[in-house]
């Protein structure tokens, strides 16, 4: 058999037709896990202030979280890919809720990071199974299917700061504890989830085993599928090192320049978030249809004007900007996701785990780091630097162009 059939055999055979149900069950259930998330930047201001905290220490905790939630991704991957594991996703939020109630009782710095490192662990389950589910009910319709999953979590990590602001941030870090509702929500989901991608990752799995394994896509060199994967990784970096800034020190950066309550910080972050779902959702269709390589180019680098100039303008300039970077930032995660898995049609697991772990792990250093620049400089100065990182994305031009 040669490697072309292989591949449409790998790649139709499993999934005809566009399993919507599925897909808005998996977006749906991503949602919950990244509300539960969210929290933790959320409640960064309560806990400086509960532990006395500086900004590194709030960097290291980020840096937690997101090293647990983005090492193990891949080996997630690489496992479920030999060994489909259809009910990890229900078993992941579990750990998630365990790691959620911890953290809203947590009396100490370390108990905190033990909490979201289990919150970190929950997520490194959950991603590489959930994404391979959307790949599976994708119906070939892969870049939509990758915008409603990923349009969820990015949903949800817009609905966990405004919740939080709400809830948390009025009642007391205790209160965090009311969202393991959601996670129990999302296990029973997961859980029936499940049931639907036990036959389905079979049959994946039988067919792989059967046919001659296609690793690399059928028109392309390996050598130039690694180049391709690097490139994409690297793209990766700057975007994600980028919305570190404004993800995890965005109330921070409004508070101190602009002098706004904790309440309004975390209202503006929420629009900044809900920006940044909507361009999740367009990422995908438009990558389907015009070419997933235009739009990781426009996505990347055609943000750095807006970036360049955020750290100069007003409050309202800054709302405004950081609506724009928002959505046309997050456009390109569903693409470069599709492109990757169509790069190596034979490993989507390890694919998926990989680049949402990689995400994960450089939004985590980035943080980091980023709270140490803080500490001896200032916020402002953090998005002065962070402004030129778009620019990176001029390398998109060394992507090959894939054959539908």
């Known amino acids: 058999m040669s490697s072309s059939s292989a591949t449409k055999e790998i790649t139709t055979d499993v999934q005809q037709i566009t399993v919507y149900s599925i897909l808005f069950s998996i977006s749906f259930s991503h949602m919950l896990n990244d509300t539960i998330q969210s929290l933790i930047p959320s409640i960064f201001p309560l806990l400086k202030h509960s532990f006395a905290l500086n900004f590194a ?41 365990i790691g959620l109630i911890a953290i809203s009782f947590a009396n100490s710095f ?11 662990v929950g997520s490194s389950i959950f991603h590489p199974e959930s994404s391979k589910i959307a790949y599976l009910a994708s119906g070939g319709k892969r870049g939509l299917a990758q915008s409603i999953f990923q349009v969820g979590g990015n949903a949800g990590s817009a609905l966990g700061p405004l919740l939080a602001a709400i809830v948390v941030v009025q009642y ?22 499940g049931k ?22 059928t028109h392309l060199t390996k050598k130039q599928v690694s180049t391709s994967i ?11 090192f980028y ?19 904790i309440q309004h910080s975390q209202l503006l972050l929420f629009v900044f978030l809900a920006a940044s779902a909507l361009g999740t ?32 303008v007003s409050l309202f300039g800054t709302v405004v900007l950081s609506i724009i970077i928002g959505f046309i930032m997050s456009s390109a995660f569903p693409a470069i996701i599709v492109y990757a898995q169509e790069l190596m049609p034979g490993k989507i697991g390890m694919i998926s785990g990989l680049f ?25 100065f953090v998005y002065h630097v962070c402004a030129f990182l778009p620019l990176i994305g001029i390398i998109t031009y060394k992507l090959p162009k894939l054959a539908k």
């Open 57 to 97: 220490q709030i960097g290291l905790i980020q840096l937690t979280f997101q090293l647990t939630a983005s090492i193990l991704q891949p080996l997630v991957g690489i496992y479920t890919d030999k060994k489909p594991q259809p009910f990890s996703l229900a078993i992941g939020m579990g750990v998630t809720l």
């Open 230 to 240: 690097i490139i994409l990784l690297v793209l990766i970096f700057s975007k994600y």
């Open 196 to 217: 639907w991608a036990k036959p389905h990752l079979l049959q994946l799995s039988i067919q792989k085993n059967t046919v001659k394994k296609v690793l690399y896509h």
């Open 172 to 193: 007391g870090r205790s209160h965090a504890v009311y969202f393991g509702i959601l996670a129990l929500i999302a296990i029973i989901i997961l859980y029936h989830i």
């Open 243 to 261: 919305l570190a800034s404004l993800g995890s020190y965005y109330t921070f950066y409004l508070i101190e320049k602009f002098h706004v309550s």
């Open 356 to 380: 949402f772990g990689f995400a994960f792990g450089m939004g985590g250093l980035a943080s980091a780091l980023l709270g140490v620049l803080a500490d001896a400089t200032s916020i402002t």
């Open 281 to 312: 959702y367009f990422g995908g269709p438009l990558g389907d249809k015009y070419g997933r390589k235009y739009v990781i180019w426009f996505s990347i680098l055609g943000v750095a004007p807006f970036t360049l100039l955020l750290p100069y």
């Open 110 to 120: 370390a108990l905190v990071l033990i909490a979201v490192a289990l919150i970190g």
